[in-house]
T-cell receptor, first 113, second 114 residues
Framework: AQSVAQPEDQVNVAEGNPLTVKCTYS??????LFWYVQYPNRGLQFLLK??????LVKGSYGFEAEFNKSQTSFHLKKPSALVSDSALYFC???????????FGKGNQVVVIP | DAGITQSPRHKVTETGTPVTLRCHQT?????MYWYRQDPGHGLRLIHY???????DKGEVSDGYSVSRSKTEDFLLTLESATSSQTSVYFC?????????????FGDGTRLSIL
């Protein structure tokens, strides 16, 4: 079975500072990895994905994520956080071929003006 | 935004009553999913559909049933609602399976069972 751990409940960062949201995963075989963002009273919006190839993946709104196979991690990063980045962020993993996403519990990001 | 409409957006009902939530899509996507979102658990898959009248269970399917009689509609039914089913329910769709087709989500239904 696949699973995702997002170890921090909340991440606080000052506007303009780098933002990192951590994710580690467990899966048999090769993983497909995703990040989604959720704003209040809205559904999840897709940010980026890793399938294969370059370990650094670039996505929407200036976000990127780094895949590290040896550490089974897929941390989300943004070089300079904006107040509008304040939201709930979910990491998800899909084991190759099983067509099911397993989500982490989510991280609340608060960007302080 | 993907054309996904969930109805109702909010519902309050009593324990033991039947409840049906509707997901309607205008994208003609083959795959549809129902998730529930609870604090500390993220999203958990309830049921999914891979075509008209083709459905399968997810990880938290007990107490829920689904139906899909046409491509655009996927219904989630709580036959006899319990307080443990108080949650926010999300519908998602995807054109096909596999990582090249990320799932797109509706805005959710907030269900409270008293």
């Amino acid at each position: 079975a696949q699973s995702v751990a997002q170890p921090e409940d909340q991440v606080n960062v000052a506007e303009g500072n780098p933002l990192t949201v951590k994710c580690t995963y467990s899966v048999s075989g090769n993983p497909y990895l995703f990040w989604y963002v959720q704003y209040p009273n809205r559904g999840l919006q897709f940010l980026l994905k890793y399938i294969t190839g370059d370990n650094l993946v670039k996505g929407s709104y200036g976000f990127e994520a780094e895949f590290n196979k040896s550490q089974t991690s897929f941390h989300l990063k943004k070089p300079s956080a904006l107040v509008s980045d304040s939201a709930l962020y979910f990491c998800a993993v899909e084991a190759w071929g099983n067509n099911r996403l397993a989500f982490g519990k989510g991280n609340q990001v608060v960007v302080i003006p | 935004d993907a054309g996904i409409t969930q109805s109702p957006r909010h519902k309050v009902t009593e324990t033991g009553t039947p409840v049906t939530l509707r997901c309607h899509q205008t994208e003609n996507h083959r795959y549809m999913y129902w998730y529930r979102q609870d604090p500390g658990h993220g999203l958990r898959l309830i049921h999914y559909s891979y075509g008209v009248k083709d459905t399968d269970k997810g990880e938290v399917s007990d107490g829920y049933s689904v139906s899909r009689s046409k491509t655009e509609d996927f219904l989630l039914t709580l036959e006899s609602a319990t307080s443990s089913q108080t949650s926010v329910y999300f519908c998602a769709i995807s054109e096909s399976v596999g990582p090249n087709q990320p799932q797109h989500f509706g805005d959710g239904t907030r269900l409270s069972i008293l």
